[in-house]
């Protein structure tokens, strides 16, 4: 009966690591992942390879021999073990399951939205704003002038592929437009349509919510009660479209935040920093932008107040809120890493007065990856991620990204780069063997050590972009 059970689970959990080599392969193939292919084929062959052996030792009756025994019981508790060490729950992270309190080492300050690049990227020359701003930043002052000169943020835009890139770009514009259709205030703030207060339950209204933002396109939904330490403290952005002015005090006096999440597409991701790849940030800006004020609308029709956050309205740190809202966590790159899209992904939100049910955060190892990996540092062009451990920045453990050399690149490639986003091993298109190895990942220190060194065999560790679908083709 022993040898009956041992066979069978044998030849199960061989059956199923070629199915999975065999999935890896083919993904690898469609990713044009060329190293990963190959290994991947060595794989498969390995294992299917396993698996006849496995079969004609079975159908020839050596497997009930003495030696056969010897081998089947070494074999299966090689798998057990193997199993066991990469998937076991350990390593649980305390800061991580605390949120954002549990990354607090000190006194926090407020962000002011005015001293972001961004905003100071739209300050007009010799404004009131302008001398305010330099005045009291003059170490900005020559950088964000030599920046202006190249078209701003983004420079010129698309020239990392001129003149391809202009048919791309004419892509991104369109969507951005999006979002500066949906920052009136009366959409971003609605009106009750109903006029009446709909009694619902925090249980009901949460699953209510929570749904509805699906079937609106979110791909993930999170809810967390605000902490103010991280809403802005005064506005940067021109919010004149919102009735707002530079410089003016914010206070958000909702309790609860609703972080949504979209999905950025895989292969148009793999292609950054090329203008294709813009394509899919904006989309994605566009898409939260519509699902937050259509959710802002919804709970403003059962009664309560809602104010929709997107690319032109942003009150809140939404990554931080994330965390709190048990989304993910944030990685050394400074994007959100999440466990079902990596940190492919743009956010929105919704704040509001409508008692929810709050997320807890959650523990995914993102720290402990993002300690032992630093892909994303190696890649970066201009070496504005950090190496080494988090430090202690404005009373918060992290690692602390250099905007002004990071916004430095976009303006000399003309596009938001997204190179970390691409090489992050988080960022693996989600087919059958990555969401395996994501698995193991987010549970299990060991696999974590496995996986990181595999990646680094399997893809490079300084990836290649990829070639853009023909309809977003970037090259010459």
């Given at each position: 009966?022993?040898?009956?059970?041992?066979?069978?689970?044998?030849?199960l959990?061989?059956?199923?690591?070629?199915?999975?080599?065999?999935?890896?392969?083919?993904?690898?193939?469609?990713e044009?992942?060329?190293?990963?292919?190959l290994?991947?084929?060595?794989?498969?062959?390995?294992?299917?390879?396993?698996?006849?052996?496995?079969t004609?030792?079975?159908?020839?009756g050596?497997l009930?021999?003495?030696?056969?025994?010897?081998?089947?019981?070494?074999?299966?508790?090689?798998?057990?073990?193997?199993?066991?060490?990469?998937?076991?729950?350990?390593?649980?992270?305390?800061k991580?399951?605390?949120?954002?309190?549990?990354?607090?080492?000190?006194?926090?300050?407020?962000?002011?939205?005015?001293?972001?690049?961004?905003?100071?990227?739209?300050?007009?020359?010799?404004?009131?704003?302008y001398?305010e701003?330099?005045?009291?930043h003059?170490?900005?002052?020559?950088?964000?002038?030599?920046?202006?000169?190249?078209?701003?943020?983004?420079?010129?835009?698309?020239?990392?592929?001129?003149?391809?890139?202009?048919?791309?770009f004419?892509?991104?514009?369109?969507?951005?437009?999006?979002?500066?259709y949906?920052?009136?205030?009366?959409?971003?703030?609605?009106?009750?349509?109903?006029?009446d207060?709909?009694?619902?339950?925090?249980?009901?209204?949460?699953?209510?919510?929570?749904?509805?933002?699906?079937?609106?396109?979110?791909?993930?939904?999170?809810?967390?009660?605000?902490?103010?330490?991280?809403?802005?403290?005064?506005?940067?952005?021109?919010?004149?479209?919102?009735?707002?002015?530079?410089?003016?005090?914010l206070?958000?006096?909702?309790?609860?935040?609703?972080?949504?999440?979209?999905?950025?597409?895989?292969?148009?991701v793999?292609t950054?920093?090329h203008?294709?790849?813009?394509?899919?940030?904006?989309?994605?800006?566009?898409?939260?932008a519509?699902i937050?004020?259509?959710?802002?609308?919804?709970?403003?029709?059962?009664?309560?107040?809602a104010?929709?956050?997107?690319?032109?309205h942003?009150?809140?740190?939404?990554?931080?809120?994330?965390?709190?809202?048990?989304l993910?966590?944030?990685?050394?790159?400074?994007?959100?890493?999440?466990?079902?899209?990596?940190?492919?992904?743009?956010?929105?939100?919704?704040?509001?007065?409508?008692?929810?049910?709050?997320?807890?955060?959650?523990?995914?190892?993102?720290?402990?990856?993002?300690?032992?990996?630093?892909?994303?540092?190696d890649?970066?062009?201009?070496?504005?991620?950090?190496s080494?451990?988090?430090?202690?920045?404005?009373?918060?453990?992290?690692?602390?990204?250099n905007?002004?050399?990071?916004?430095?690149?976009?303006?000399?490639?003309?596009?938001?780069?997204n190179?970390?986003?691409?090489?992050?091993?988080f960022?693996?298109d989600?087919?059958?063997?990555?969401?395996?190895i994501?698995?193991?990942?987010?549970r299990?220190?060991?696999?974590?050590?496995?996986?990181?060194?595999?990646?680094?065999?399997?893809?490079?560790?300084?990836?290649?972009?990829?070639?853009?679908?023909?309809?977003?083709?970037?090259?010459?």
């Amino acid at each position: 009966m022993l040898d009956a059970i041992l066979i069978f689970l044998m030849g199960l959990a061989l059956i199923g690591l070629t199915g999975i080599t065999f999935s890896f392969l083919v993904s690898s193939f469609r990713e044009k992942e060329d190293r990963a292919t190959l290994f991947g084929g060595i794989q498969f062959v390995f294992f299917f390879g396993s698996l006849v052996l496995f079969t004609l030792s079975y159908a020839n009756g050596f497997l009930e021999t003495a030696p056969g025994r010897m081998l089947l019981i070494v074999l299966s508790a090689f798998t057990a073990a193997g199993t066991w060490l990469l998937f076991n729950k350990n390593g649980e992270n305390a800061k991580a399951l605390a949120g954002t309190a549990g990354l607090i080492v000190g006194e926090v300050e407020r962000f002011d939205e005015r001293e972001t690049v961004f905003a100071r990227d739209n300050l007009q020359i010799g404004t009131d704003a302008y001398k305010e701003m330099y005045g009291e930043h003059p170490e900005w002052e020559e950088r964000d002038t030599r920046r202006r000169a190249m078209g701003g943020v983004v420079g010129e835009m698309g020239a990392i592929d001129k003149p391809k890139g202009n048919a791309n770009f004419s892509a991104a514009i369109a969507s951005m437009l999006m979002p500066e259709y949906l920052c009136a205030p009366h959409i971003i703030r609605p009106m009750n349509f109903r006029g009446d207060t709909i009694d619902i339950n925090p249980e009901e209204a949460t699953l209510r919510v929570k749904g509805f933002a699906r079937k609106l396109g979110a791909d993930l939904v999170g809810v967390a009660r605000i902490n103010p330490l991280w809403t802005y403290s005064h506005r940067g952005m021109d919010g004149s479209q919102q009735g707002e002015e530079w410089g003016q005090a914010l206070e958000v006096s909702h309790g609860y935040v609703i972080v949504l999440a979209t999905e950025m597409a895989f292969d148009l991701v793999q292609t950054s920093p090329h203008t294709s790849g813009t394509i899919e940030t904006a989309r994605n800006y566009a898409e939260g932008a519509g699902i937050s004020i259509r959710l802002a609308q919804f709970i403003a029709n059962l009664g309560y107040s809602a104010t929709a956050e997107h690319l032109r309205h942003y009150q809140s740190l939404l990554v931080p809120m994330a965390v709190d809202a048990g989304l993910g966590e944030v990685g050394r790159h400074g994007y959100l890493i999440t466990k079902e899209l990596g940190p492919r992904l743009r956010l929105a939100g919704v704040t509001t007065d409508l008692p929810l049910v709050p997320d807890k955060p959650v523990d995914i190892g993102v720290d402990d990856f993002c300690v032992r990996c630093e892909k994303c540092s190696d890649c970066c062009p201009s070496r504005s991620i950090p190496s080494g451990a988090p430090e202690a920045v404005n009373g918060t453990l992290r690692w602390k990204l250099n905007p002004e050399t990071c916004h430095d690149y976009w303006a000399k490639v003309g596009t938001d780069c997204n190179i970390c986003m691409r090489v992050c091993p988080f960022s693996h298109d989600r087919s059958l063997p990555h969401k395996v190895i994501t698995e193991a990942v987010t549970r299990n220190k060991n696999a974590r050590r496995l996986f990181l060194y595999m990646d680094d065999l399997f893809y490079g560790r300084k990836p290649k972009a990829k070639s853009a679908p023909g309809w977003a083709s970037y090259a010459s």
